[in-house]
């Protein structure tokens, strides 16, 4: 039984001894729309219930948005530059379509970010996730 120990402790010991694997490499960032930045506006009191591109009602009230680029049904995170104050919405909309714009918000968004007393901000506005399976259909 000690001859049979003897190899077990050696090989154990080697084991030991041996280099640490690698670090392991670093992972590529998602791959996906890269963030934009650009204008923000929000949206006035006319839209209250009409429908959106998504055939949503709009609700002044939810956080939602509407860009040109980003698929309807993803979230993105909207981060006034001047502010430093963001929030993430849902895009169900289309627009806005005025050069420069990158996104509308609605006036809850507006509000929490701190562009409705101007009317428009910088932004950068960066895809957080893809829309689901339901809010595609």
């Known amino acids: 039984m000690h001859r049979l120990a003897a190899p077990a402790l050696l090989l154990l010991g080697l084991g030991a001894c041996s280099t640490p694997p690698p670090p392991a490499a670093p992972q590529p ?4 729309p890269p ?4 204008e923000a506006s929000y949206y006035g009191p ?8 998504s055939g949503e009602r709009f609700d002044p009230g939810a ?14 995170e909207v ?3 001047e502010t430093g104050q963001s929030q993430r919405v849902r895009i169900t909309d ?3 379509y005025v050069k420069g714009r990158v996104v509308d918000v609605t006036p809850k968004v507006a509000e929490k970010i701190g562009l409705k007393h101007k009317g428009t901000a910088p932004v950068e506005v960066k895809p957080v996730s893809a829309p689901t399976e339901t809010a595609a259909r």
């Open 35 to 38: 963030a934009q930045r650009g």
């Open 79 to 81: 981060t006034n530059l």
């Open 63 to 76: 956080n939602t948005a509407a860009s040109k680029t980003l698929p309807l049904g993803s979230v993105a």
């Open 94 to 96: 289309r627009g806005p």
């Open 46 to 53: 006319g839209f209250e219930g009409k429908r959106t591109a």
């Open 29 to 32: 960032e998602a791959s996906g």
